[in-house]
């Protein structure tokens, strides 16, 4: 999925959010929702203190990945 420019970020919906480094986008760790003022984290509400310069959709598969139980392979 190719990174938009934050400009064009949309006020609805979970969104992955970037900062440049190296001349190279770099994804913020958890999903983020544009407000009026700023960027909040998606699943707290509170306001994050970054200056994303590209967004994309939050990916779905995310979502499932963070909601799964680690396996303990000492169970066998």
């Known amino acids: 999925m190719d990174w938009k420019p934050i400009a064009t970020a949309p006020y ?12 190279r986008p770099h994804a913020v760790a958890f999903p983020c929702r544009r407000v009026v003022g700023g960027w909040i984290a998606a699943e707290t509400s509170k306001w994050i203190k970054v200056k994303p310069t590209h967004w994309r959709a939050w990916p779905a598969d995310k979502n499932k990945a963070s909601q799964l139980a680690p396996i303990d392979s000492d169970e066998d």
Request: hydrophobic letters at 50%; glycine letters at 8%.
């Open 12 to 23: 609805a919906g979970n969104l992955e959010l970037a900062i440049m480094e190296k001349d």
